[in-house]
């Protein structure tokens, strides 16, 4: 009767071999899920624990939308948490081996063996949730003590008023801007970062904007992904813009200026309905200038990133290619198709302008407007 049952039960095992291995290989999912979820709990306490006691001691800047002391709450349960966790899968872990092995010697019709484990782990196990439910209510406490007495974020959203000016000079290291215009009277500075935006002014129309570089950390601010500056323009006789970014794109709408330098290394830099003589470089990034009138001079530099110009069907271009391993394609100039390497090239009108591009290995488009 007993050899009967067992062959019945090795008869269902091997029946169920699909079913089963979907299982086993489900439990191997949920045990590198539950690693990884250990690793990246007890990092973000280590990291968060101290961060939040430095922080409550005014020793480091933190960005975040937590308050001091709920942000070393968060580290402490982030640390218990991951801790309990680590607990957990030393116990399930090898739960899920024996179930394995049994299936294993049942589906070879062998006798399996217990295998019996060494780790006594349940008291800290418990020790660890305990610690992890502490920490959080003193997270929860904290923060909502630091609400109610008027706590927001740590994050710099601001709006700055200026009067007119005919220079403008704006410089950041990674935070995106694009400049606007207005029906306004004033120039108008809406900006979300870390830090607030230096400025400067002058009594000679000179307006600087510098973002702030200074040290920070950033953790659990849910508007760190989306820093931008907005600088809203009246129309004005503007002189000269100067734009510079480390990383941040530049984005301008209608270049209203005599003359606009822009200069990035990683970032992009896109003009919509240029006319001013325009001076633009870039090392990683693309440009894209879109004119609706070629009246002056134009220099864009583009190292590796690709570069899209268009112009109007009626105006005149006057164009000198450099390039080591670029590529040039422009039906404006008469071009049928792509060119390699340097070349000079002509479109005559009564007003032809010169316009001048470098590209070490990007690729370069110069078409009319549709």
Known sequence: MDGRKKDRAVFTARLLL????????????????LITAALVLVSAGLLCAPLGGLYSLGIVRVVSDLAPYALMSMGFFCLFFGI???????????????????????ICGRRWRRIYSNFKITRFMILSLVFSVISFGALWGTQYLSLQNGFESTVVTKRLVFDKA????????????????HNGQEIIVDYTNDSEIIVEESDINYLRLVQDDSFTVSLFAREQFSYKMTV???????REFYLNSGSGDITLFE???EYTEIHTRSGNIILNEASGKINAATADGNIFC????????????????????????????????????????????????RIYGSIDLEKPAPLSRSLYITSESGGVTVEPCD
């Open 255 to 257: 270049t209203q200026s």
């Open 290 to 337: 879109s004119y609706y009138a070629f009246v002056n001079s134009a220099s864009f530099e583009n190292k590796r990133g690709n570069t899209e110009i268009f112009i109007p069907n009626f105006s005149g271009v006057s164009l000198e290619f450099r390039t080591e391993d670029g590529w040039l394609e422009s039906s404006l100039l008469g071009l049928k198709e």
């Open 232 to 238: 809203w323009l009246p129309e004005n006789d503007y």
């Open 84 to 106: 309990f966790i680590c607990f957990f899968i030393m116990r399930f872990a090898p739960f899920c081996v024996r179930l394995l092995y049994r299936y294993c010697a049942l």
């Open 18 to 33: 699909l079913p089963a291995a979907a299982g086993f290989i489900a439990l191997l999912g949920i045990n590198f899920i």
């Open 166 to 181: 005919r220079y403008v000079y704006i410089s950041t290291s990674s935070l995106d801007f694009q400049l606007k215009y």
